[in-house]
Nanobody, 123 residues
Framework: QLQLVESGGGLVQPGGSLRLSCAAPGFTLRYYAMGWFRQAPGKEREGVSCMSSDGDTTRYADSVKGRFTMSRNSAGNTTYLQMNNLKPEDTAVYYC????????????????WGKGTLVNVSL
């Protein structure tokens, strides 16, 4: 059973940066499209970014374009979300998800979820 483990969350001031990681111990993520989602207090979970299994396609929510960058490591077992110029409205629990979708597309599918990591952007 694929398990996803997020890390890298924390407290950061507005304008600061964080890098989230999503690892799959003992598994390769090469054949999965990956996604990052977030859920702020009192709001529904929303898709932030997704990346195809081959890395050729990356999509971003309008609210994070130009500030967040999603990537995958060459070993194929970790996905990252680099978050720059963070704003208070980015405060949320961030989740990664894997979709059994091999190729050059991603669709924010969620066959597997991690348990999330909290990002708190405040003074």
């Amino acid at each position: 059973q694929l398990q996803l483990v997020e890390s890298g969350g924390g407290l950061v001031q507005p304008g600061g940066s964080l890098r989230l990681s999503c690892a799959a111990p003992g598994f390769t993520l090469r054949y999965y499209a990956m996604g990052w989602f977030r859920q702020a207090p009192g709001k529904e979970r929303e898709g932030v970014s997704c990346m195809s299994s081959d890395g050729d396609t990356t999509r971003y929510a309008d609210s994070v374009k130009g500030r967040f960058t999603m990537s995958r490591n060459s070993a194929g077992n970790t996905t990252y979300l680099q978050m720059n110029n963070l704003k208070p409205e980015d405060t949320a629990v961030y989740y990664c998800a894997a979709e059994m979708l091999h190729g050059s597309s991603c669709s924010y599918g969620t066959d597997y979820w991690g348990k999330g990591t909290l990002v708190n952007v405040s003074l």
